[in-house]
Structure formats: structure tokens, C-alpha cells
T-cell receptor, first 113, second 115 residues
Framework: DAKTTQPPSMDCAEGRAANLPCNHS???????VYWYRQIHSQGPQYIIH???NNETNEMASLIITEDRKSSTLILPHATLRDTAVYYC??????????????FGKGTHLIIQP | EAQVTQNPRYLITVTGKKLTVTCSQN?????MSWYRQDPGLGLRQIYY???????DKGDVPEGYKVSRKEKRNFPLILESPSPNQTSLYFC??????????????FGAGSRLTVL
């Protein structure tokens, strides 16, 4: 799996958009970008994934740069419940979840009231 | 509701007393796996299963056993627990096939303390 780099922590005001960056400069052509989050001591929760096009779902948007070396997860209207550790994972689609995702240290996002 | 259910959620036990943490999923997923999470070490995979009767070691399998007799269940067995197995445990499942194979559904976690 390609290595990812994320800031250790970020703050965001409640109601604002939270933009979480991730660098993955060694990403290969078959590798997708996945985002998960973990609210304190709960099970990690899948958020979104993408290959090269921008993606949006009910939770977030994922913006991937044209060269695919970095991406940004956007939570459009952050709430206090979005305070969590956010993990960016780069992984080939063929490996499957059974073969151990590498979660890294992630970004601790703190939403301020 | 699609979910992964783990039991017990909390357990305090003593060294050497065999225990089993159960995991069940209702999504008909073929992949299932167990992770442990420790401060400063992040999430590490213990064992995984590609399908019924197919299991394999993850990164930290020592001291654990698993079985996969039915698609929905994947119990984690600690035959002789030791204090270094005190941890937060998560079961997860996913369905093979393309990018979605890496979309894991996790259980709520089982916090185990071995005295």
C-alpha cells in the first residue's frame, strides 16, 4: 500500500466546512483513496473512497488532485459529532478488506463550538 | 440494519482463563477479520478469513485462534490470555469485488482486560 501523510490534528468551527488533507505521492495507478473515521474508542467507520474523480456522498466529499498525489476530505457543515480521528488509506482494489488495512495515525479533527 | 455485532463489549478476566469473543455479521460478507487497537500502535490485524473454513494470520496472531464454520460468525479465541492481550478488539467484514472489498464494516469493539 502507498504511504500516506496526514496532519496529526486540526480544529474547525462548528457549522464550517472541515477540509482534511492527505498526501500520497507514491500512489500507483490501481490504488484507491479511502477515508475512515473513528470516534473515540468506537469502531472505525467508512466514509468515502475514490480513484481519480471527485466523489460525494451523504457524509462527505472527496477531492483528488489531477496527479493523484494528494486528496482532501471535506465535511461540508461540521458538527460536534464529527470530532474524531480521520484516516486516509491508499490501497489496491484487488486486495480486499481481509488482508489488513493500514490505518496509520490519522488526523484528530476537533470541532469547536 | 446492516451490522457487525461483537460480544462481550467489556470483559475483565484473569491470566490463563480461556475466553471467546464472538463476532457476527448480517450482510452475507465473505471477508471477516479481527483487529486489536493499542495506544501508540494503532489498529493491527490479528487474523482474517476469506470465506468459510478459510482463515489466515494477520500481523499479530500470537496467542489467538479463530474459526469460520459459518459465513456469518468469526469468533476470536484466547486459549490462555495474558496481560499483554489487554486491548480493544474490533471485528470487521467486507464483501470481495473491486474497490468495495476495502469498505469494511466494523463492530462496536470489545474492551478486554486481563489481570
Amino acid at each position: 500500500d502507498a504511504k500516506t501523510t496526514q496532519p496529526p490534528s486540526m480544529d474547525c468551527a462548528e457549522g464550517r466546512a472541515a477540509n482534511l488533507p492527505c498526501n500520497h505521492s507514491t500512489i500507483s495507478g490501481n490504488e484507491y483513496v479511502y477515508w475512515y473515521r473513528q470516534i473515540h474508542s468506537q469502531g472505525p467507520q467508512y466514509i468515502i473512497h475514490g480513484l481519480k474523480n471527485n466523489e460525494t456522498n451523504e457524509m462527505a466529499s472527496l477531492i483528488i488532485t489531477e496527479d493523484r498525489k494528494s486528496s482532501t476530505l471535506i465535511l461540508p457543515h461540521a458538527t460536534l459529532r464529527d470530532t474524531a480521528v480521520y484516516y486516509c488509506i491508499v490501497r489496491d482494489r484487488g486486495l480486499g478488506g481481509a488482508d489488513g488495512l493500514t490505518f496509520g495515525k490519522g488526523t484528530h479533527l476537533i470541532i469547536q463550538p | 440494519e446492516a451490522q457487525v455485532t461483537q460480544n462481550p463489549r467489556y470483559l475483565i478476566t484473569v491470566t490463563g482463563k480461556k475466553l471467546t469473543v464472538t463476532c457476527s455479521q448480517n450482510m452475507n460478507h465473505e471477508y471477516m477479520s479481527w483487529y486489536r487497537q493499542d495506544p501508540g500502535l494503532g489498529l493491527r490485524q490479528i487474523y482474517y478469513s476469506m470465506n468459510v473454513e478459510v482463515t489466515d494470520k494477520g500481523d499479530v496472531p500470537e496467542g489467538y485462534k479463530v474459526s469460520r464454520k459459518e459465513k456469518r460468525n468469526f469468533p476470536l479465541i484466547l486459549e490462555s490470555p495474558s496481560p499483554n492481550q489487554t486491548s480493544l478488539y474490533f471485528c470487521a467484514s467486507s464483501q470481495p469485488g473491486g474497490a468495495g472489498a476495502n469498505v469494511l464494516t466494523f463492530g462496536a469493539g470489545s474492551r478486554l482486560t486481563v489481570l
